[in-house]
């Protein structure tokens, strides 16, 4: 079964202390990786797409990296306006369902 | 403006009372699904839908309908809900091309509570 899991669950960092957030997946085999950011009480708003091992795709602070068993979210510098939960989510070749992690609650101190 | 639309965005009902919300989306999009969100359980699928009469069961499907029979239109439906329906909803849309997936567009979300 198509499992996602994301850690840690919330992380607290001082204004320009980079981190990573990370996710593990489990797939038969995997059509697409997505990264979503959601804001309180407001929908989740996409960030990134990788589709194979060794892919990376960048965007501000935030640099987004594939293997065949995790996906890493990296945040350089980070400001206070970077807090939110960031959720994963995995799709697999085997149906266009979508299964999406708990999301990591990033808070950042100026 | 490219967006996703849902209503109610906020609704109080009774157990055993029929609902509908109502998800459009105006992106000309084949993908459309809905999900809910729970305190710790992150968002879960409950049904999506690949194009026209075309629809499919996601993780959490019992106690929902849904139907697609205009390709822009996406309802929800709760024939009678209960109070663990209790949740925050939402919408969401993509363009399909084949096998490949993409990023989807997510509505504002409603909130419902079942007494």
């Known amino acids: 079964e198509d499992q996602v899991t994301q850690s840690p669950e919330a992380l607290r960092l001082q204004e320009g202390e980079s981190s990573s957030l990370n996710c593990s997946y489990t797939?038969?085999?995997?059509?697409?990786l997505f990264w979503y950011r959601q804001d309180p009480g407001k929908g989740p708003e996409f960030l990134f797409t990788?589709?194979?091992a060794g892919e990376e795709k960048e965007k501000e602070r935030l640099k987004a990296t594939l293997t065949k068993k995790e996906s890493f979210l990296h945040i350089t510098a980070p400001k206070p306006e970077d807090s939110a939960t960031y959720l994963c989510a995995v799709q697999d070749t085997g149906g266009f369902k979508t299964i999406f992690g708990a999301g990591t609650r990033l808070f950042v101190k100026a | 403006e490219a967006q996703v639309t849902q209503n109610p965005r906020y609704l109080i009902t009774v157990t055993g009372k029929k609902l509908t919300v109502t998800c459009s989306q105006n992106m000309n999009h084949e993908y459309m699904s809905w999900y809910r969100q729970d305190p710790g359980l992150g968002l879960r699928q409950i049904y999506y839908s690949m194009n026209v009469e075309v629809t499919d069961k996601g993780d959490v499907p019992e106690g929902y309908k849904v139907s697609r029979k205009e390709k822009r239109n996406f309802p929800l439906i709760l024939e009678s809900p209960s109070p663990n329906q209790t949740s925050l909803y939402f919408c969401?849309?993509?363009?399909?091309?084949?096998?490949?997936?993409?990023?989807?567009?997510f509505g504002p979300g409603t909130r419902l509570t079942v007494t």
């Open positions: 969401a849309s993509s363009k399909l091309e084949r096998v490949t997936p993409y990023e989807q567009y």
């Open positions: 797939v038969s085999g995997l059509r697409g």
């Open positions: 990788l589709y194979s």
